[in-house]
């Protein structure tokens, strides 16, 4: 698989500002406009909160922290950690960790249910301690996990039993396990695992006999769940029940169709007000269309263009295989979330517990996310020799 993206005249941006800033720029943007727009949509009838309160709440604190995460997350030097052998590599410990709590999130008592899903593990009590969702570090652990073995695997990596076969196993494991409960970050560590696989000298013919085990595990996890066949049927009709499994995808509708061209104004949203669930997580992009009309939609979508082609300039620019793989699953990650969520809340595509990145309310999924940003600003530095790589035409991923 190769990466040629034409840079055109971004190049001539790139002569004053690194593509590693370009990317924290959109990030800090994005989560700026997360703050506000939570804010905005978890107004309440009896009245709105000033100012000073957005600055003194959890969602402004938790941005804070994301984007301390981020530049801490810069400063690593990603080859060197994961590349690391035996008991001193941090990887298998962190993914061991995370897998755990995965488990403890189900267990009745441990866990937290939220919305009718038990995904959720709580540090302290519920007014001040910190809740997170276990599955978020699985889905960027794994990523880590992917590179780092088809670094060390590059001569074998299109052998299916010595290359792709056990991060397969491992991906089968994890996805098991968090698709009882959450069926789309399942699904979207499965599509990124696959495509890192591809990329990292796999064998597409082989990743695709599997195919059919995929798709039957997912039709298996809808038909077993009733709340997720009525999410596929009332995507197909959200008319023939608008008060109940198509009341959700109708109001997400309505609040972009009330914003026309130039939105309501902050603020002054309505669906917010008891009509449209989930207006803060995830259909908090159909707020931003309400109140800030089509120039606040496009510039969430400009804000992850930006991400993704300054990542794939950062991506070209690496000499290193774990490098390179590391930085395309963060893209490949976050893409895909936000077009699935945009999806979502366009009905596009069936109703899915799918976040907008840095925009969606939620600590754990702010923190993560920028930190991974971070990851991927740290691979745009200066090589040993203190000169970044000539761009060529063509750069591959992984080796022929």
Not at 221 to 247: C, K, V
Not at 270 to 290: R, V
Not at 320 to 325: A, F, K, M, S
Not at 368 to 389: F, I, K, N, W
Request: with cysteine; net charge positive; hydrophobic share 55%.
């Amino acid at each position: 698989m190769w990466i040629e993206p034409d840079l055109g005249d971004w190049s001539k941006v790139n002569d004053k500002m690194r593509n590693g800033q370009i990317v924290m720029l959109a990030v800090v943007g994005l989560l700026s406009l997360g703050v506000l727009m939570v804010h905005s949509a978890g107004m309440s009838v009896e009245g709105g909160a000033a100012v000073s309160q957005m600055l003194t709440s959890r969602h402004f604190l938790h941005a804070l922290t994301a984007v301390l995460a981020m530049l801490i997350a810069s400063r690593l030097d990603a080859q060197k950690l994961l590349m690391r052998r035996g008991w001193t590599n941090p990887l298998p410990w962190a993914m061991l960790i995370a897998m755990g709590m995965v488990v403890a999130a189900m267990i009745p008592g441990v866990g937290l249910t939220i919305n009718g899903a038990r995904r959720w593990l709580s540090l302290g009590p519920r007014s001040w301690g910190l809740t997170f969702q276990p599955s978020e570090m699985v889905k960027w652990l794994m990523v880590a996990a992917i590179a780092a073995w088809c670094a060390r695997r590059q001569g074998m990596m299109h052998r299916f039993v010595q290359g792709i076969l056990p991060p397969l196993i491992l991906v089968g494991f994890a996805c098991g396990v968090i698709v009882i409960e959450d069926l789309g970050t399942a699904m979207l560590i499965g599509v990124v695992s696959v495509g890192l696989l591809a990329a990292g000298g796999g064998r597409v013919w082989q990743l695709g006999t599997l195919s059919p085990v995929a798709a039957g595990a997912v039709l298996a996890a809808i038909m077993h769940s009733p709340y997720r066949l009525r999410r596929l049927t009332s995507f197909m009709h959200p008319w023939e029940d608008p008060q109940g499994a198509g009341y959700q995808a109708l109001q997400s509708l309505a609040a972009i169709a009330q914003g026309g061209i130039l939105g309501r104004g902050l603020g002054n949203g309505i669906q917010k007000y008891g009509y449209l669930p989930a207006d803060t997580s995830d259909f908090l992009y159909a707020i931003i269309c309400e109140e800030l009309g089509l120039p606040g939609a496009a510039l969430v979508v400009v804000a992850f263009l930006m991400i993704l082609w300054a990542g794939l300039a950062i991506v070209r620019n690496r000499n290193d295989v774990v490098g390179r793989l590391l930085g395309l699953g963060i893209l490949l990650t976050v893409g895909l979330q936000a077009m699935v969520n945009l999806g979502v809340v366009t009905v596009v595509l069936p109703t899915k517990g799918i976040a907008l990145p840095l925009l969606s309310a939620g600590g754990t999924g702010w923190i993560m996310t920028a930190a991974a940003m971070g990851v991927l600003v740290s691979l745009d530095r200066p090589t040993e020799e203190g000169q970044m790589l000539e761009i060529h035409p063509a750069v591959g991923v992984a080796p022929a």
